[in-house]
């Protein structure tokens, strides 16, 4: 079974600054996707960045970056010069074996102007 | 294209009522998933098609739940006698590849 884990239920950054969301997963699969979903309050879940366990090389969108630490089952976000529209619940989910995914808890993430 | 539609946006509901919702995909997308989101939580998945295949259910789809898919297009999620319990966003997302597309969710209240 897959599991995923987000420690940090609530952050906050100021504009323009940097911010790091944390994510462990647990997984038997040799092969798998890792995701980053943001969910703006009241809106649509949107995909913000994905990344597959067989790349080394850490993915990268724009101001979003992860850090992929694959013995350590590590797959943190951070987000470069925080913009207020960033304020939003982060999920991060895996997909492994089957189509589903599997998602954490959540972070939400506050910026402060 | 608009993205991923459902319908209703919000349901209220008696307990012991049937309640049924839609989603339609994006054109051309193939897979289709329904998800249930309880407040304070991540999604948790339900189940799948592939076309109109219904290829996987999660044990949280109790018998009281039934879904369809029957040409591959929209699908529907029935909920039978409905409890408190089942109060949760019911959110739908398809895809074609790995991206999976989210729709706005239904809001489901159970009283």
């Known amino acids: 079974a897959q599991t995923v884990t987000q420690s940090q239920p609530e952050m906050s950054v100021q504009e323009a600054e940097t911010v790091t969301l944390s994510c462990t997963y647990d997984?038997?699969?040799?092969?798998?996707?890792l995701f980053w979903y943001k969910q703006p309050p009241s809106r649509q879940m949107i995909l913000v960045i994905r990344?597959?366990?067989?790349?080394?090389q850490n993915a990268t969108e724009n101001r979003f970056s992860v850090n992929f630490q694959k013995a350590a089952k590590s797959f943190s976000l951070k987000i470069s010069d925080s913009q207020l529209g960033d304020a939003a619940m982060y999920f991060c989910?895996?997909?492994?074996?089957?189509?589903?995914?599997?998602f954490g808890k959540g972070t939400k993430l506050t910026v402060n102007p | 294209d608009t993205g991923v539609s459902q319908d209703p946006r919000h349901k209220i509901t008696k307990r012991g009522q049937n309640v049924t919702f839609r989603c339609d995909p994006i054109?051309?997308?193939?897979?289709l998933y329904w998800y249930r989101q309880t407040l304070g939580q991540g999604p948790e998945f339900l189940t799948y098609?592939?076309?109109?295949?219904?290829?996987?259910k999660s044990r949280l789809l109790s018998d009281r739940f039934s879904a369809e898919r029957p040409k591959g297009s929209f699908s529907t999620l029935e909920i039978q006698r409905t409890e408190q319990g089942d109060s949760a966003m019911y959110l739908c997302?398809?895809?074609?590849?790995?991206?999976?597309?989210f729709g706005p969710g239904t809001r489901l209240t159970v009283l």
């Open positions: 997302a398809s895809s074609r590849g790995d991206e999976q597309f």
């Open positions: 997984t038997s699969e040799s092969d798998y996707y």
């Open positions: 990344q597959e366990a067989y790349k080394q």
């Open positions: 989910a895996s997909q492994g074996g089957s189509e589903k995914l599997v």
């Open positions: 054109s051309e997308h193939n897979r």
């Open positions: 098609f592939q076309n109109e295949a219904q290829l996987e």
